[in-house]
């Protein structure tokens, strides 16, 4: 099995850096189409990346998703600085993908705010409840009940029983390096599990209904620490098919970040024999 989720096959061409995806992109819902935690956290690579400032990091990331991004064949990944600026930036990337007639597209695109740093260790406070401490997580397993896909990229360990009343919590630890070769930054470990805020808030059964995200947005007031990330997170669902997943985002310290996502909700066909 891979040891991370893409390979860089050229860096700085005209369309950015390309990449190929590995299996453990594949999502759950189809194989043909990535998970968002990969996707969003190759995004969030081109973001620090671009006219990169070692002063600055990154405070609010949006994610939003085109359409289905495919798992077979190259993709791009470009990005720009939108507005520039001596203490707050905006950031622009792009994933681009060849489409169903061969031309290529968008499949996903981002922003953030990068802010300059400074410090403020004096007033640092973080008022959510802190998770239970992973010893007192278990693992599910997940990845004995799938082929190949991003579930087996993921030490998961569950906290709370999946459709509990109440918030959903997990521990999450990505197994395997975003690109091949390289590490992990914290923000890119972040947004490599950040996605699954939606399944572990979920209160509907998989086996009747999909529940698809079209975005993400996280506000981060601190770099998480360390290779664990912790979600808290619920689902609220409205009577006409849209949901929103919200929750917090931790390290073992505390909480790092907050998370709101659109869900779309939809009855699953009945089976025919």
Known sequence: MSDCYYELLDACGP????????????????????????????????????????DTRLSRVSIDLMGGVPSDGDLWVRAHVERPGRQIELVSAEMLAPGPDGATRAVARASGWRMLQIDTTAIAKATAVPLPPLQQARSRDMAKNWEPNYVH???????????????????????????KGESMTPLQRLFAVADNANGIGSKIDIRRFTFLNTDLVVHIHRVPDGDWIGIRSDTNYGPDGIAATVGTLFDEAGSVAHIQQSVLVRPRPPRTT
């Open 15 to 54: 369309d950015g850096d390309r990449f190929r995806a590995t299996d453990l992109v594949r999502g759950t819902w189809s194989a043909d189409i990535q998970h968002a935690a990969p996707a969003s956290a190759l995004l969030v690579r081109a973001l620090e990346n671009c006219e990169r400032r070692d």
């Open 153 to 179: 990229s993921v030490d998961w360990r569950w906290l709370t029983v999946p459709q509990a009343a109440g918030p959903g919590e997990s521990w999450l630890r990505p197994t395997v390096d975003l690109v």
